[in-house]
């Protein structure tokens, strides 16, 4: 249980263009879901905390004109990187938060990551 | 402000040793703390997590740890290490909330390299 699934999986852009990543809690239902920038050899980088309904949270320093998050079901988010730019370019890596019942506590669980290339 | 520290940029251990990555937080409540590995191009997968009862921990693949307040640790341990260990560990630490919305901090990551 507690799948996480991301789409694509790697994405190839022209400069200028957008690019919308997918993100699904496949077995259970995100209430949350966190969206995160990773560059290479490097950790985790929180961009946005989103909630079903409503609008996401960003974090310092992130550009939500330029990071569009939706998150329109408990089981859907969205992010959609507009204009994007070389220095865009990165793994973008998506989890949603749930509560299994043999857990009994809040967990993020992941996806396996979005490779985008902006040319 | 919370934060996550692991000494250890590198490890090379041979299969079939032991294993221990160290991991050391700061955090001025209870820590709700786990352990997540990444292999090459992938995501997170969650091996293992703490927030309260026995401090020794165990999680899947035969992976352990131990959780010490007074040190403000959380070590991750195997006894027998595996080739397909070989990847990326981190140590993240977040708050106890009810909820949802629990913002984890991440540490910088040990990478493990596993020879034959």
């Known amino acids: 249980g507690a799948v996480v699934s991301q789409h694509p999986s790697w994405v190839i852009c022209k400069s200028g263009t957008s690019v919308k990543i997918e993100c699904r809690s496949l077995?259970?239902?995100?209430?949350?879901m966190f969206w995160y920038r990773q560059f290479p050899k490097q950790s985790l980088m929180l961009m946005a905390t989103s909630n079903e309904g409503s609008k996401a949270t960003y974090e310092q320093g992130v550009e939500k004109d330029k990071f569009l998050i939706n998150h329109a079901s408990l089981t859907l988010s969205t992010l959609t990187v507009t204009s994007a730019h070389p220095e865009d370019s990165s793994f973008y890596i998506c989890?949603?938060?749930?509560?299994?019942?043999?857990?009994?506590?809040?967990?993020?669980?992941f996806g396996p990551g979005t490779r985008l290339t902006v040319l | 402000a919370q934060s996550v520290t692991q000494p250890d940029i590198h490890i090379t251990v041979s299969e079939g040793a032991s294993l221990e990555l160290r991991c050391n937080y700061s955090y001025g409540a209870t820590p709700y703390l786990f352990w997540y590995v990444q292999s090459p191009g992938q995501g997170l997968q969650l091996l293992l997590k703490?927030?309260?009862?026995?401090?020794l921990v165990q999680g899947i693949k035969g992976f352990e740890a131990e959780f010490k307040r007074s040190q403000s640790s959380f070590n991750l341990r195997k006894p027998s290490v595996h080739w397909s260990d070989a990847a990326e560990y981190f140590c993240a630490v977040g708050p106890i909330l009810t909820g949802g919305g629990n913002k984890l901090t991440f540490g910088t990551g040990t990478q493990l390299k596993v020879e034959l």
């Open positions: 989890s949603g938060e749930g509560t299994l019942l043999r857990e009994g506590t809040d967990t993020q669980y």
């Open positions: 077995d259970f239902q995100a209430t949350t």
């Open positions: 703490y927030f309260s009862g026995d401090t």
